[in-house]
């Protein structure tokens, strides 16, 4: 992973984590034309899943933790879709996040923020986004967060 990302990521003293490995019977990550589809990443860390509720046993701060783990596995499987040369990636189109959350809750916008700042923060203006999150009442695993995200290659 040599060129400009990957300088970026240095510099952040961020180092992206190995691909996460499908769950189930699915891909990581589709490409179609100059799109990559990339499924939805849970929220894990070195320590393992980054479980919890948001409104119940976890407050927006570390929800939105959870979410930037996300991005960072976002990225991992953007750089394996890109043949290991993140400098391939075009433009970041699109996350949708998904925020384990009670009834109640209503910040799920400030949640996946941990994703789309880390994001924009790595990619500059490319890494700016469409983007929804939403409440769920349960992700896989017991996990906070899950994104997906679709992201344009050359």
């Not at 040599?2 to 003293?13: C, P, V």
């Not at 994001?119 to 994104?147: K, M, N, Q, Y």
Request: proline share 5%.
């Amino acid at each position: 992973m040599s060129g400009t990302i990957a300088a970026r990521l240095k510099a952040l003293g961020i180092t992206l984590p190995e691909a996460p490995a499908p769950a189930a019977n699915y891909v990581p990550w589709v490409r179609s034309g100059d799109m990559v589809y990339i499924s939805g990443q849970i929220s894990q860390g070195a320590e393992g899943l980054i479980k919890g509720k948001l409104g119940a046993d976890m407050d927006v701060a570390a929800g939105a933790a959870a979410a930037r783990a996300c991005a960072l596995s976002i990225l991992a499987q953007a750089q394996a879709a890109c043949g290991g040369d993140l400098d391939r990636l075009v433009r970041l189109v699109k996350i949708t996040g998904f925020v384990n959350s009670t009834p109640d809750f209503t910040d799920q916008p400030k949640v996946v923020n941990g994703a789309s700042d880390l994001l924009v923060e790595v990619l500059g203006d490319a890494g700016r986004h469409a983007r929804s999150a939403v409440s769920a009442a349960s992700l896989p695993l017991g996990v906070a967060v899950e994104i997906e995200a679709i992201v344009e290659i050359r």
